[in-house]
Each structure stands twice: as C-alpha cells, then as structure tokens.
C-alpha cells in the first residue's frame, strides 16, 4: 500500500513538471534537442508512462495548433513543427486529437497566399472538365434562393365565445385576420461547389450552373452566402459552403492574381 502510494505521487509530481516544462518549451512554437531531452529526463525520473502523458501532450499539442493558426494559415515551417511535434510524443493522429480539416484549411490558405493554389481530384463527382482546366476546390454547398413566404396569421381585436352545448361553443366579438408576407432566403438544393482554373459551378440534384470568371459581374459574401451575379443573368446566384475561407481566397486570388 505505501509503495502504491509513493508511486502515486511521484508519478503526480512528475506530470506537474512535464507539463510546464512542456508548456514553457512550446510557447515558441517548437521544441530543441535539448529542450526534448529535459523532457525525456522528466519522464525517465519519475518512470512515467505513456498512459501519464497523452492529456498532457494533447493540450500542449493543442496549444501549439492554435498558436499557429492565429494568423489564419499554416506556413511549411509551421507544418513541419507540428509533424515533429506529434512525432516526438509518439502518438497517433487518433490519440492526439488531431483537426484534420481545419488544418487543410489553414495550410491551404498559407499557399494562396504564396500564390500555390490547390489541387483535387474529381474523378468521382462526374464533371467533366475542358482542355487546360485544374480543379481547384470541392466542398459540401446549399444552393439558395429568395422565395416570398406568409410567416403568420394575425387575429386581433376583443373576441369571446358561449358555451352552447358539450363540445360547441359560439364565437362573439370582432375577428380581424391578417397574412404577414416577406422574402426570405430559402434552401433550393444541396451538392457540390466546386472551383477550376477557368469557372466555379455548382452541381446538385436539381440544380446545375458553371460561370466562367470573364462572366462574373459581382461576387459577395454575406450572412446568406456567396452572391455571384453572373452577365446575362437577372437573378443572381446564392450558394452556401461549408466553409467561406478557402473558397473566397482562390475566387479572389483568381480573379485578382495581382493583389
């Protein structure tokens, strides 16, 4: 019992120094040879195991993603220092919680920014791209539409009723009935957005449009989602990803390869 407990606060203290040692070495971002080899004499003093780490290393892993993510985007250096990172705790990517999607997200808008632009596979999505064209982006999206939708039935004024028999009852009083009509932005069809060198186009069950840059009047961005007002078109397009960011900085960065 006394053995089971020295071990048990041993293996207490020895976290608690882990832990700072680990935090203190990562508030750079990365780990040195030596900074990784106090850490080892930590482990090694205290006879910590794996078992003792893995919620330590998963908030300081954790901590060094958001660190590098402040800027909103991954830079290759920063890629790096966090595969080495995960390397050093010896952990699967399962154990330490890793955001693959959202590190996709942030690396890839660390290459627009240095003007790489993405590439994918669209094999399986059936579109069928022309001469010289790249896909560039493919995501889950709603494509919307404004549609005029009566919310509610209003009655006003001062009514009553009379009971008349079991079940029955008379109405008396005034009984004013109004519609209430507005436009609302309302969901038409779900499927692909998808962006190449040439076009962005939407391809769902319903619905199915591809707009070459060159007929691009507008685009914004709001609430509702992108708004592409296309040359020839009266009615603009709305089309809702799952994500904004990375869609919005290829469009950008395509059609403003200067800025």
Same mark, same amino acid.
């Given at each position: 019992? /006394? ?7 041993? @293996?207490?203290?020895?976290?608690k120094e882990y832990d700072a040692k680990l935090t203190q070495a990562l508030r750079d971002g990365t780990l040195t040879s030596d900074e990784k080899q106090e =850490? ?12 003792? =780490? ?33 390397? *050093? ?8 919680? *890793?955001?693959?999607?959202? *590190? ?5 808008? !660390? ?37 005029? @939708? ?9 009514? !009553? ?6 079940? /029955?009852?008379?109405? @008396? !009083? ?11 932005? $309302?969901?038409?069809?779900? !499927?692909?957005?998808w962006i190449t060198n040439k076009r962005i186009g939407f391809k769902g069950a319903k619905k199915d449009f591809a707009v070459p840059y060159e007929k691009i009047?507008? *685009? ?8 592409? $007002? ?9 089309? $809702? ?19």
């Open positions: 019992m /006394l053995n089971f407990i020295t071990k048990y606060l041993a @293996v207490k203290k020895g976290r =850490l080892k004499d930590v482990l090694e003093h205290y006879g910590l195991e794996k078992k003792d =780490l893995i919620a330590i290393q998963q908030k300081a892993f954790a901590m060094t993603f958001q660190q590098s993510i402040s800027d909103k985007k991954i830079t290759d250096d920063e890629k790096i220092a966090l595969e080495a990172l995960i390397n *050093f705790f010896g952990l699967s990517l399962e154990e330490i919680r *890793f955001d693959q999607r959202s *590190f996709n997200k942030f690396y890839t808008l !660390g290459l627009l920014e240095k003007g790489i632009f993405p590439q994918m596979n669209n094999a399986d999505t059936g579109l069928i791209l022309k001469k010289d064209e790249t896909m560039y982006w493919l995501c889950a999206a709603q494509a919307k539409k404004h549609k005029s @939708v009566t919310q509610r039935v209003n009655y006003g004024g001062l009514t !009553g009723s009379v009971r008349i028999a079991k079940g /029955l009852r008379y109405r @008396v !009083g005034s009984l004013n009935v109004s519609r209430v009509t507005s436009d609302v932005v $309302a969901v038409e069809d779900i !499927g692909l957005f009047l507008s *685009f914004d961005v709001t609430p509702a989602g992108m708004i592409i $007002a296309k040359d020839g078109r009266e009615t603009p397009y709305i089309i $809702a990803p799952d994500d904004f960011d990375v869609p919005c900085a290829i469009i950008s960065k395509v059609m403003n390869p200067g800025e």
